[in-house]
C-alpha cells in the first residue's frame, strides 16, 4: 500500500520582486524571527530599500527611506531589538555616510547623515561601530572611515589610510576590538588586501596586507572560533574568490583560490560552526554563485543560483536547516534588476540551483605590516526627518526557470495546485515531485509530494 505525504515547506523556491528599473539587496540579518534585507531601488524612487520577509519567503512589509537624493544601504546588523544600517546619502548635496536605525517592527526611528565637504560612505556596520571611507578627511584619496557610535551618537571618528586610496568593506567586533577587511593602493605593489584590527578607541593594533603581483582586494570576513576569515577578489593567480584565514593577532594560517571561470566576485559571507558560505557574483554576467568551504578552505560545493542573465547573492543567512540567499536577478521578474530571496538547504538544493565545478586549491600569499596615518575627526552629523513610505512591488516565484505565478493579487480564480513549470493540475499530484499550493489570496506554498 502506497501513501502519499504532502509537506508544506516554503524553501527551495526563488521569490521576485521589483518593477522596472534597478532593484537590489547587499545586506540582511535575521530580526525577531524575520528576515530582514536591505538594498537600494532605482523602480520606486532612488531610495535605500528595506524588505521584510517570514522564513518561507512570504513579503511581510517593504519600506523605502524617502530621503530627498538619492540613498543606499550596503551594510546592516543587529543590536538588540532593533537593525542598523548603513550606506550613502545625497540629501545634503555631496555623499555623506548614512546610518539608520530601526524600532523593533523594522520602521526607521532615527535617521543620520554624517560627513565633511566631500565624499563619505559607509560599507558595514557591527557592535556599534560603522566602517566605510571618506575623502573629506586623511593623508589620501580615500582613507578608511571608521566610527564609533552609542545610541545615535559619534564617541569618535577617525580617517585611517596612506597617501592613496584605502576603503572599509566589513566589520566585525571581537572582544570590544573592531577587525576591518578592505583593501588599499597606498600600500603594497598595485592594490592588496587590507586587514587591521583596532581597539574600542580607535587605537591600531595591527595592520597588514596580502596580495601578490596584481589587483587583490579583500570584501567581507567572518570570525569563526577566534579565526578570522578573508573572502577577497584575486587579480594574482588568474582570478576568482582569493580566501584566506588569520589568527586575531593578524598572522595567516593559510590561503587559497575559490574558482569557476576566474570572474567570479564575492559580495557575502556567513558561517557556521562547521563550514563557511561565499556568495556573489561574476564580472561578466552570468548567474550568482553560493558556495560552501569547510573551514581550512576545502570545497564541499558549488552551486549557481539564478538563471543566465546577471544575478548576484548579496546576503547570506545561515541557520542550523537552511541557507537564504538574498541578492538581485535579470534572470526572472520583471526589471533589469529585481530583489532576489532564495533559500537551499545545506546540501545545496534549490529549484533554480544547479550544479558548479568549482575548484579550491591552496596559493601562496604574501603578507606584509603596514602602519597607517591615523587622524581624529569631528564630522558633521545631520539628523533627516524619516519620511519612509511603502513601494509598490511586483511579485513572481520561479522554478527551473519557469514563472510559476505572477502578479497574484491582479489574477481571478487561479487557486489550486500546479506544477513545477506553472501549469494547473486539476486534483491531488499522482506522481512524486515539486508542486505549488495557490491559495485564494495569493499566498503560494511549496509541496514536495513524496
Partial sequence: MSMWVCLFVGFGDAFVWGTSLDDEIRAGVAFGGRILGLGRSYSTS???????????????DALATGITGTDEFFGACREGDSVVA?????????????????????????????????????????????????????????????LRMRAGAVVWAKAIGGGSFDYAKDIAVVNDTAILVGYTESYGQLGDAMVMRVDSFGNLIWCKVFGGSGYDTGQRLVVVRDTIIIAGRDGSNGGGILVFALDLAGNLLWARLVRATGYEFPLAISADDRAIYIGGKHTVGGPGFLIKLLTDGSLVWGRYIGGNSSDGIGALIV?????????????????????LF???????????????EFLSYEIPLSSRDATPSIFALSPSIASIEDLSFSPTLEYSLWCEGIGVAELPAARVNWSGIYDCAGRFIGCQPKAPGVY??????????????R
Fill in 436 to 449: 505549488f499550493q495557490v491559495f485564494p489570496d495569493g499566498r503560494v506554498r511549496r509541496l514536495l509530494m
Fill in 342 to 356: 532564495a533559500s537551499v538547504d545545506h546540501g545545496g538544493y534549490n529549484c533554480v540551483a544547479r550544479e558548479a
Fill in 46 to 60: 532612488a531610495d535605500g530599500h528595506m524588505l521584510i520577509w517570514d522564513r518561507q519567503g512570504n513579503l511581510l
Fill in 319 to 339: 541557520d542550523e536547516a537552511f541557507i537564504t540567499s538574498l541578492g538581485y536577478t535579470s534572470s526572472f521578474g520583471s526589471g533589469r534588476k529585481d530583489f
Fill in 86 to 146: 548603513v550606506g550613502f546619502t545625497s540629501a545634503l548635496g555631496n555623499s555623506d555616510g548614512l546610518v539608520v536605525r530601526s524600532d523593533s517592527f523594522g520602521n526607521p526611528a532615527w535617521i543620520l547623515a554624517i560627513g565633511g565637504d566631500m565624499a563619505e560612505c559607509f560599507e558595514a556596520t557591527d557592535g556599534g561601530y560603522v566602517a566605510g571611507y571618506t575623502s573629506s578627511w586623511g593623508s589620501g584619496e580615500t582613507d578608511v572611515f571608521l
